[in-house]
C-alpha cells in the first residue's frame, strides 16, 4: 500500500494563497534504488522521483514512474488530496493488472501492491525535495504559484536534481528564472490520461544543459513513452497546432456558417479525427482554453495582438456562465 509517514506541521515561504497553508511534513524514506530496477543504469541517473500535484495528471506522473520501478513521492497541500489522487492511482492500477493478468487474481493483486509499495505521500514540498533526483511539477496553472514553489524547492533540493514542469502552455523560461539552476531546468509535459497517452513533450530552454535534456529522454524512454523534443515556445508542438485549429472551429460556428455538431461530424468522418473540435473543447474544459489563449493574445511571444489567438466572445461567455464543458456538465454541448 502507499505509505504516509507521521507527519509534524510546518508553514512554508510560499506566498500564492493557493499553497499558503499550514503543511505536514512526511520524512523520504531510503533513497536506494530497488535491486535490478531499470533506474540504476549509469545512462539514467534518476532514481528517485518527486511529482508535486495529485491529480489527474500529477497522479498518473506518480503511477508510471511507480509502475516502472522507480521511487516516487507524491506531494499536495493536505491528506485530502493526496487520498484522492491514491484513489485514482489505484483504481487505474487494477484496470491495467486486469488487462495484463486476466487470468490470475493472485498476479493481479501482487502487481497492484508492488507498484503502491514505491511510492509515499507528502505534505511538506521541501522535505520531499531533500533527496529527489527529477522534480516534476503539476500543481495549479498559475505561474506566479508555480515560481513560488520552485523558488522555495531550489533552496533544499540536491545540486544535481533536475527541475521541471508539466505546464501546458506556460514558459519554461520563466519559470526556470526563479531558481539558480537554470541549466538543469526543462519543460516535462505529458497528456491526460497519463498512463495511456504516450506522448511526452521534452521541452529546452536557451540555458539548459543539453545533458538534462538528454537524461529526461531517457527517462521517458523507460516509462515506455514517446519523448519529442522542442524549444520553448508557446503551446510547445501540440497545443500550438491544437488551439489555433480549436478557435478556428468556434469561430466559424460564431459566424454562423455551421452548428458545433456539424463541424464535430465533418472533422471525423472527413479528416478522420476521433474527436470532433467541439467535443475536444469540452473534453478539455473551456476555461482551459481560455486561459491559454487569453495569455497567448496578452503576452505569448511571436503570438501577441495575433488575430491567430484572438479571444472568443462564444468561449468567453460559456466560461463566465459557469459551462466549462464536461466538468460542469455543459459547455458547446449538454451532458
Same mark, same amino acid.
Given at each position: 500500500m502507499l505509505r504516509c509517514l507521521p507527519t509534524r506541521h510546518v508553514a512554508l515561504r510560499l506566498p500564492s494563497p493557493a499553497l499558503v497553508s499550514r503543511f505536514h511534513t512526511t520524512p523520504r524514506a531510503s533513497t536506494a534504488a530497488p535491486s535490478g530496477a531499470e533506474t540504476s543504469s549509469p545512462a539514467n541517473p534518476i532514481k528517485n522521483v518527486v511529482v508535486y500535484g495529485s491529480g489527474l495528471m500529477g497522479s498518473g506522473i506518480v503511477q508510471v514512474a511507480a509502475q516502472h520501478q522507480y521511487q516516487v513521492t507524491m506531494v499536495d497541500l493536505g491528506a485530502d488530496h493526496l487520498k484522492k489522487g491514491q484513489g485514482y492511482i489505484e483504481a487505474s492500477l487494477k484496470r491495467v493488472a486486469r488487462k495484463k493478468f486476466a487470468d490470475s487474481d493472485a498476479q493481479q493483486k501482487a502487481f497492484v501492491e508492488d507498484t503502491l509499495s514505491r511510492i509515499q505521500l507528502s505534505t511538506d514540498p521541501e522535505a520531499a525535495a531533500t533527496t529527489a533526483d527529477l522534480i516534476v511539477e503539476a500543481i495549479v496553472e498559475n505561474i506566479n504559484t508555480k515560481r513560488s514553489l520552485f523558488s522555495s524547492l531550489d533552496q533544499v533540493a540536491p545540486k544535481h536534481a533536475i527541475f521541471t514542469s508539466n505546464t501546458s502552455s506556460l514558459p519554461i523560461s520563466e519559470l526556470a528564472s526563479a531558481t539558480k539552476?537554470?541549466?538543469?531546468?526543462?519543460?516535462?509535459?505529458?497528456?491526460?490520461?497519463?498512463?495511456?497517452? $504516450?506522448?511526452?513533450? =521534452?521541452?529546452?530552454?536557451?540555458?539548459?544543459?543539453?545533458? %538534462?535534456?538528454?537524461? +529526461?529522454?531517457?527517462?521517458?524512454?523507460?516509462? $515506455?513513452?514517446?519523448? =519529442?523534443?522542442?524549444?520553448?515556445?508557446?503551446?510547445?508542438? %501540440?497545443?500550438?497546432? +491544437?488551439?489555433?485549429?480549436?478557435?478556428?472551429?468556434v469561430r466559424l460556428v460564431e459566424r454562423g456558417e455551421a452548428t458545433p455538431k456539424d463541424v464535430d461530424t465533418a472533422m471525423k468522418l472527413g479528416a478522420g479525427y476521433p474527436m470532433g473540435p467541439f467535443e475536444l473543447l469540452d473534453y478539455i474544459g473551456l476555461d482551459t482554453c481560455k486561459f491559454i489563449l487569453d495569455g497567448w493574445y496578452k503576452e505569448g511571444k511571436g503570438l501577441a495582438g495575433d488575430k491567430l489567438v484572438r479571444p472568443s466572445e462564444r468561449l468567453n461567455e460559456l466560461v463566465a456562465k459557469g459551462d466549462l464543458g464536461r466538468k460542469s456538465g455543459k459547455g458547446f454541448y449538454s451532458y
Open positions: 539552476r537554470q541549466d538543469r531546468f526543462a519543460g516535462l509535459h505529458f497528456f491526460n490520461p497519463v498512463p495511456q497517452m $504516450k506522448l511526452v513533450e =521534452v521541452v529546452s530552454t536557451a540555458e539548459v544543459n543539453p545533458t %538534462v535534456i538528454n537524461d +529526461l529522454t531517457q527517462f521517458c524512454l523507460s516509462l $515506455k513513452k514517446a519523448p =519529442v523534443n522542442c524549444k520553448d515556445t508557446p503551446g510547445f508542438i %501540440v497545443n500550438r497546432l +491544437l488551439v489555433p485549429y480549436l478557435m478556428e472551429a
